[in-house]
């Protein structure tokens, strides 16, 4: 039996801006009941996380935030046990650049998620996206030390060295698990690394340009799967 089980949240566990079904929630219940572990890995910052995953009502999860770059255990604030991922001076100051140049040219058009770590500028029209792809791609700003994801309502700026497999990877090590132990669950770009870490990756939905081990429509049937096929 494999021991850990990461899941993305948007898309994955939840469609955006929705919460996880009773069903679904139950479904989770049983399965850190069974013995595993249970980790939510998103691009949210962790203090998001906290209340979305009080409704799960889980005994110990472990928050993952910021596509792997901060991490918390349980969802009390402030929290017993909480770390970063590490990453350098010249990734930061590139992110404090790149907001500035976003903000010069989007002015007020512009909504930024408040994290701690990495920069995501969610624009509030098709204008502002635009622009900050134009700023991305003009190479006006370096940034050789950042990964970019675009996704459909925001973009993720972040350090290179963090990604979700890294995170994930940080956690299995300070927490004793082998990578042959983790099972990981997601549905969108930022999610491949993670996926591609994982000894069995599952895709959820069609949007995924990478190959799992196995894909189901919804986060429903993944987790009949794992409590009923799985040994």
């Not at 998103?42 to 996380?49: A, F, V």
Request: net charge negative; hydrophobic share 35%; proline share 5%.
């Amino acid at each position: 039996m494999h021991k850990l089980l990461v899941f993305d949240l948007d898309g994955t566990l939840a469609q955006r801006a929705k919460g996880i079904s009773y069903e679904d929630t139950q479904k989770l219940k049983e399965l850190e009941k069974s013995g595993y572990k249970i980790a939510i890995c998103s691009g949210k910052p962790t203090y998001y996380l906290c209340g979305f995953v009080r409704q799960l009502e889980l005994e110990n999860p472990i928050l993952i935030g910021e596509n792997g770059g901060c991490f918390q255990f349980g969802v009390a604030l402030p929290p017993k046990k909480y770390y970063k991922y590490p990453c350098s001076e010249r990734a930061i100051e590139q992110i404090r650049t790149l907001k500035v140049r976003i903000d010069e040219n989007c002015g007020e058009r512009n909504w930024y998620q408040p994290n701690e770590i990495e920069l995501t500028p969610f624009p509030q029209d098709a204008e502002s996206f635009e622009i900050i792809q134009k700023i991305i791609d003009s190479g006006e700003v370096c940034l050789d030390e950042l990964l970019v994801y675009r996704h459909k309502d925001c973009y993720d700026m972040i350090p290179k060295n963090i990604n979700k497999a890294n995170g994930v990877a940080l956690l299995a090590e300070r927490e004793g698990i082998d990578r042959a132990d983790i099972i990981a669950f997601g549905d969108e770009v930022n999610d491949v690394p993670m996926l591609e870490y994982a000894d069995i990756s599952v895709g959820i939905g069609n949007n995924l340009n990478c190959e799992t081990d196995y894909r189901f429509d919804s986060i429903s049937e993944a987790l009949d799967f794992v409590l009923k096929e799985l040994p």
